[in-house]
């Protein structure tokens, strides 16, 4: 009868070795439309390129980014902690497997002579005893316990690289995003310089015609005001560009870092690529932190597994191997040889309710996280679509800006000339020369808004899109 029973048991076994307690993994249905409104109908192909920040095409913004993405000291505790989970993965799935030890030992004692259970008259109080031996232990994941643990230490590492590549998108993005402030800033200290330039020109004139008597010296007085009002306006640009100078000096972890002027002309740094048309909404995959929150819900789903199992009995199987022996030249022979093979089976009878209400706790995180999953998902959508709003309204503002300073600087150019003429008073040509510099400042922050924008869309897609090539 147990000759028939042995296969069965077998079986059975391998069986139960075969399953996990606890829901599989399914990702949670989404209620986000396939694509976004803000773009055409068509659907084109998409895919996500990491080095988005090259499409400015600027080589020191891509060698401070890059500079960045290696130095930066988030980096390197994201990198840290993507360390830290994999050696926590390794740890559990090392349970998988028997534990096996090596037990080599030696000793030579004396018994006492008059002790209660002291040895026979003639026989000997010192001894010797030496031994070599293996032996392991091993816990038979009938219910998938393990494989549930190792299950969930393996997505959490998953998540710990999608956190990681968040630090790099997030840090990728301010550098770029202060970049373009920073360059914002030197545009319009070119732009305040020849409007200090413009009125330095104008309050030589207005001194001209005050010594000739065919001003007053209330135009020498605005046109003072005019001056000095443009210098010190240089000078807190000055001061906001020496503080965006700071801060990328810090993200790119060089404290010393300089960061050359420019010209001042912002038009040389290239406006990014359009969205493709139809823009769909799978892009969001790409985003890490809607993975890192997805791998999160898998390791929570994977707990549920883990806690389940706890409700069922564990075994464990033991064993040992070796020699022992009085003399160690004995210690090889035949008769020295030891062994033990032994198993313990944990069933839980009573624990008023303490695994259940685990269990509960457990179900309850993986609502949870399903929860915040989607929430995450949401907000990377509206992100997405608040950064299409602001690329295509900031492309119009700009537009429109553009406009503005051509009609500011005819005006001025006519002003000028009226003035110099004698046609028309100085008020007139400084209120022209204010409509420039307001326009001028008005199209470069335009410019730099739409940059930003755009910015914004990249790091909402998770690092930007290109065209898919079949």
């Known amino acids: 009868m147990t000759t028939r029973l042995s296969p069965i048991l077998a079986a059975l076994a391998l069986a139960l070795a075969g399953c996990a307690v606890g829901p599989d993994y399914v990702r949670p249905g989404s209620t ?8 055409a109908a068509d659907m084109q192909a998409a895919t996500i390129d990491q080095q988005w ?25 994201a990198i840290a902690r993507v360390e830290q989970a994999d050696a926590v993965a390794r740890q559990a799935g090392a349970t998988l ?32 005893n030496s031994q070599l031996a293996a ?16 299950e969930s230490a393996l997505a959490l590492a998953e998540a710990s690289r999608y956190s990681r590549d968040t630090v790099r998108l997030t840090l990728a ?6 970049y373009i402030s920073l360059r914002g800033n030197d545009a319009q200290i070119a732009a305040t310089r020849d409007t200090l330039k413009t009125r330095e020109e104008a309050y030589t004139i207005a001194k001209h015609r005050y010594e000739l008597g065919s001003a007053s010296r209330l135009d020498l007085e605005q046109a003072d005001n005019s001056r000095a009002t443009a210098a010190a306006q240089l000078s807190v640009l000055q001061q906001a560009r020496a503080l965006d100078a700071n801060l990328l000096a810090q993200l790119i972890g060089v404290p010393n870092l300089v960061v050359g002027g420019s010209d001042g002309d912002l038009s040389k740094l290239p406006l990014p690529p359009v969205p493709p048309v139809g823009l769909p909404s799978a892009l969001l995959d790409a985003r890490p932190d809607v ?12 707990n549920i597994g883990v806690a389940k199992a706890a409700l069922f009995p564990s075994i464990s199987l033991t064993g040992a191997f070796g020699v022992q022996s009085q003399d160690l030249s004995d210690l090889f022979k035949g008769g020295s040889r030891i062994w033990s093979v032994g198993g313990l089976i944990d069933l839980p009878l009573f624990d008023a309710g303490r695994r259940s209400a685990q269990l509960d706790q457990a179900t309850a995180i993986q609502k949870e996280a399903v929860e915040q999953y989607r929430k995450t998902a949401e907000n990377a959508y509206r992100e997405v679509r608040d950064a299409l709003v602001g690329v295509t309204q900031n492309e119009e503002t700009e537009r429109q800006y553009e406009r503005a300073l051509t009609a500011a600087r005819n005006a001025e150019r006519i002003a000028r000339a009226r003035y110099e003429a004698g046609s028309a008073a100085f008020l ?12 001028q400042v008005q199209f470069i922050r ?24 079949d």
């Open 428 to 439: 007139e040509l400084l209120d022209a020369q204010r409509s420039t510099n307001d326009a």
């Open 173 to 178: 993005g301010s550098v770029v995003s202060t």
């Open 53 to 77: 920040w090259r499409a400015f095409n600027d080589e020191e913004l891509n060698a401070l980014v890059n500079k960045a993405l290696q130095d930066s000291t988030d980096i390197r505790i």
């Open 32 to 39: 986000l439309p396939d694509a976004y409104r803000e773009t």
């Open 97 to 128: 497997f028997p534990e096996v030890f090596a037990d080599a030992n030696a000793s030579r004692y004396r018994v006492s002579a008059l002790a209660a259970n002291a040895p026979a008259a003639g026989l000997p109080l010192i001894y010797n």
């Open 291 to 302: 993975r890192a929150s997805e791998a999160q819900l898998a390791s929570a789903n994977a």
């Open 446 to 469: 335009a410019r730099q808004n739409r940059l930003a924008a755009s910015v914004d869309l990249y790091k909402a897609l998770g690092g930007g899109w290109k065209a898919s090539i």
């Open 135 to 150: 032996s392991t232990s091993y816990e038979l994941d009938f219910w998938g316990r393990l494989r549930r643990t190792r």
